[in-house]
């Protein structure tokens, strides 16, 4: 009786009358609901439906399926027609002036809207990304391959979905992107849910203990970020200073013809650590000096080959990124590229034992090596290469290099030994069980 009355009232509000209740109520359906308020009185009709005729039958679950039903589709409309707005003390305020407007999903709707879309786009991309260490260690690498193209290739079309046939803003961008994730996300669950794979899924377990090692391990990427910003602001205002824009410039194409080539070799280690972690933990210390002499060697072919590039065809890269008016910047950027090309020689040893270091527990190190090379050692030479003008910040790259490499073979002698202890260790107690 009571959801029938409240139907008939709330469908009072599709015809804009007005008295006391019906002003109240309806405008309180709009508040917490805003776009859903149009399906709450079929809902409540539903909800008294079921309650009259569920003959002794469970009516609870349906009952609340029924009510839910306008929450539910308000933060679907929510989410596809409104901008997100800030997590601040205002949000309640605007999503109730804006729910009963009709202009969005109301409070409920809207805060559960928003909420979905930030954990679609942060844990979504946290959960492929670690789905995507589990198939790499359980030795699908075909798969982990594949379901990164199929990601890849998701956002595309989405974006271009949302972006150029629904014309739905920048917003739409981040949805197409948060979904790809998200859909790939539950794909790589699918096989380890079935229970095929090496790794199985569990309870979790947290623990003090877990929770140091994880933000131990995170910390060297971490903190290579922020070290990595302080010095890009350092090197911009030296560059302003002692070359004006056009130094800035030539910085621009040294970075561009950078992004070629790191995240190869970052993807590279990146893509061994879960292997070489796995092996370390399982004790098969064999295992673990094959794979990483797989990954020094290559990342030393990858880091060679775009050397030998740079260093011969300076003024044809330069040439990409320069436009027809850029007469000035020409051959400062091919001075600088073949400078810039030295960096190769051993910047690839330092990444390799950053992600070796990383993989077998040793963060320390890893944190190590990594605000060295980003901070520490250009700030150094900036000084040093001071009176060389803009010679000396191209020097800074290469001369990074080599002492990130330096400090590298330093914290790889320094490992040999408790490599070395744990070999015996093992020889003494062998495991029970090779592992597969």
Avoid at 42 to 48: F, K
Avoid at 390 to 412: D, I, Y
């Amino acid at each position: 009786m009571v959801c029938l009355l409240l139907a008939i009232f709330s469908s009072f509000g599709y015809f804009k009358m007005e008295a006391i209740f019906i002003t109240f109520f309806v405008g309180l359906v709009k508040g917490l609901v805003g776009y859903g308020f149009w399906l709450v009185p079929p809902a409540l009709l539903l909800g008294a439906y079921i309650l009259a005729f569920h003959r002794g039958r469970p009516g609870r679950p349906r009952l609340t399926c029924a009510l839910l039903l306008p929450l539910m589709v308000a933060g679907v409309f929510h989410g596809m027609l409104s901008d997100p707005l800030p997590w601040n003390g205002a949000l309640v305020k605007e999503l109730w002036n804006s729910g009963e407007a009709m202009r969005s999903g109301g409070v409920l709707a809207g805060v559960l809207a928003q909420a979905c879309v930030s954990l679609f786009t942060s844990l979504g991309s946290t959960i492929i990304f670690a789905m995507d260490n589990f198939l790499r260690i359980s030795g699908k690498i075909k798969g982990s391959m594949l379901l990164n193209i199929l990601m890849s290739v998701l956002i595309v079309v989405l974006e271009f979905l949302f972006l150029s046939v629904f014309h739905w803003g920048i917003w739409g961008a981040a949805l197409g992107s948060a979904l790809g994730m998200a859909i790939c996300a539950i794909i790589a669950f699918i096989p380890f849910a079935r229970g095929k794979m090496l790794l199985r899924l569990t309870r979790p377990r947290f623990s003090k203990r877990m929770f140091r090692q994880i933000v131990a391990c995170g910390s060297p990427n971490f903190l290579n970020n922020i070290a990595g910003r302080i010095t890009s602001i350092l090197m911009n205002l030296m560059l302003v200073r002692m070359g004006g824009e056009t130094a800035v410039s030539v910085y621009g194409i040294l970075m561009y013809v950078d992004g070629f080539i790191q995240p190869l070799l970052y993807g590279m280690c990146d893509s061994l650590q879960p292997a070489v972690g796995y092996n370390w933990g399982a004790r098969r210390l064999d295992r673990v000096k094959a794979i990483e002499k797989c990954c020094f060697t290559a990342s030393a072919i990858v880091s060679l080959l775009p050397t030998v590039v740079i260093a011969l065809w300076p003024e044809f890269l330069a040439r990409l990124f320069v436009s027809g008016d850029g007469a000035e910047v020409l051959p400062i950027a091919v001075g600088a590229l073949q400078i810039f090309s030295l960096t190769y020689i051993v910047r690839w040893f330092s990444f390799a034992a950053q992600s070796y270091m990383l993989a077998v527990e040793k963060s320390l190190y890893a944190a190590c090596i990594s605000v060295c090379t980003a901070l520490v050692f250009p700030v150094l030479l900036i000084l040093a290469f001071y009176p060389l003008g803009l010679t000396g910040l191209w020097m800074n790259f290469p001369g990074t290099a080599v002492l990130a490499a330096v400090l590298s073979v330093w914290v790889l002698l320094r490992f040999r030994k408790e490599f070395r202890e744990k070999e015996k260790q093992i020889a003494n107690d062998p495991p029970a069980q090779p592992v597969g």
